[in-house]
């Protein structure tokens, strides 16, 4: 049995889909449903319980499990709640690493790349203790997930008893199917979709920064099936431990983003660029790009997807169909 938190929210329901695919039919989620239909996520889905997260220690006495798969967190880079991200993202991960340890079992978790905050120190996934102290997010939910990085190098330093795996995966900028409970906090592409496809015309932010043009933002965008891959080959390979960036590699600005949506549809583009708002302007990243060395280096050879392909696949297997859900 493999408990996936998170498992009804983007990441979490592709990985229950993934499992599902390779046999795994008893998988339990623990979750909050709430009212945004993430329900849906799951409605194809093979599970055996869904546990909200406030129950979900007590659930878990007395249960052996074959792994779990920790995604559920307060994903939001705009939550300003220091309390309730620190639980939920912090505080309920070391329970779980805790009892994954004490329970001898396979623990891998969500990081994310805000753990590295502007990016001036690069993007490097180095797991030395302090590496990652010198790290400084720029937001709340950064912060979280640097805290918990930091907690497991650190019983790594020490030598301390862990999980007889364990993966932290610092995700880059994911984008596919099952996102649509998460409002703000959706991908670019699935946000203007509709629009594009009416022939609306599309915002994109300006750039403020001397020698980047508007548009040219750049995020090191990786679609699901690429995230997807990593992880079952970490399921499938327990040898392996450590923090990895799961990025492609390779940077792709904002335009490029739209630009290959219009394409997969043969629509013509209808872009505009609009100012950033000033609230924004002093923490906005310009550039994201994943060092994906240490994952090659722990034996990854999933290679990835170009963002034309991976953006031509969602709009044709999901965007453009009616039901739009993995």
Same mark, same amino acid.
């Given at each position: ?11 979490? #329901? ?6 599902? +695919?390779? &046999?795994?039919? !008893?998988?339990?989620?623990? /979750?909050? $449903? ?77 990081? #994310? ?6 990016? +001036?120190? &690069?993007?490097? !996934?180095?797991?030395?203790? /302090?590496? $990652? ?194």
């Amino acid at each position: 049995m493999f408990l996936v938190t998170g498992g009804a929210g983007f990441i979490g #329901s592709n990985i229950v889909a993934a499992l599902n +695919e390779a &046999g795994h039919a !008893d998988v339990v989620v623990s /979750d909050f $449903l709430g009212d945004e239909g993430k329900w849906r996520n799951l409605a194809k889905r093979q599970i055996a319980d869904i546990v909200p997260p406030d129950e979900l220690m007590a659930w878990l006495r007395g249960r052996r499990l074959t792994g779990v798969i920790h995604m559920g967190a307060i994903s939001a880079t705009t939550a300003t709640d220091g309390d309730h991200v620190f639980e939920t993202n912090y505080r309920l991960s070391v329970r779980l690493l805790d009892w994954c340890t004490l329970n001898p079992t396979p623990f891998i978790y969500a990081s #994310s790349a805000a753990t590295y905050g502007d990016g +001036e120190q &690069g993007f490097r !996934d180095d797991n030395s203790l /302090d590496a $990652l102290k010198a790290l400084r997010p720029m937001n709340l939910y950064g912060w979280s997930k640097y805290l918990f990085d930091v907690a497991v190098a650190t019983r790594v330093a020490k030598g301390e008893k862990l999980p007889p795996q364990w993966a932290g995966l610092k995700f880059f900028n994911v984008f596919g199917p099952n996102e649509y409970h998460k409002g703000a906090m959706m991908s670019v592409l699935t946000k203007t979709f509709d629009d594009i496809k009416a022939g609306k015309t599309i915002r994109l932010f300006k750039s403020h920064r001397d020698g980047i043009a508007d548009g040219d933002q750049r995020r090191d965008f990786i679609y699901i099936d690429d995230v997807l891959r990593v992880v079952m080959w970490l399921v499938q390979t327990p040898s392996v431990s450590g923090i990895f960036n799961v990025g492609t590699s390779h940077a792709r600005s904002f335009r490029d983003l739209i630009v290959s949506a219009y394409a997969a549809l043969g629509a013509k583009e209808n872009i505009e660029y609009v100012d950033m708002p000033e609230q924004i302007r002093g923490s906005y990243q310009y550039f994201t790009q994943a060092d994906g060395e240490h994952l090659r280096r722990a034996g990854y050879n999933g290679g990835f997807t170009s963002l034309e392909d991976s953006v031509a696949s969602y709009v044709k297997t999901y965007l453009d169909r009616p039901d739009r859900y993995r």
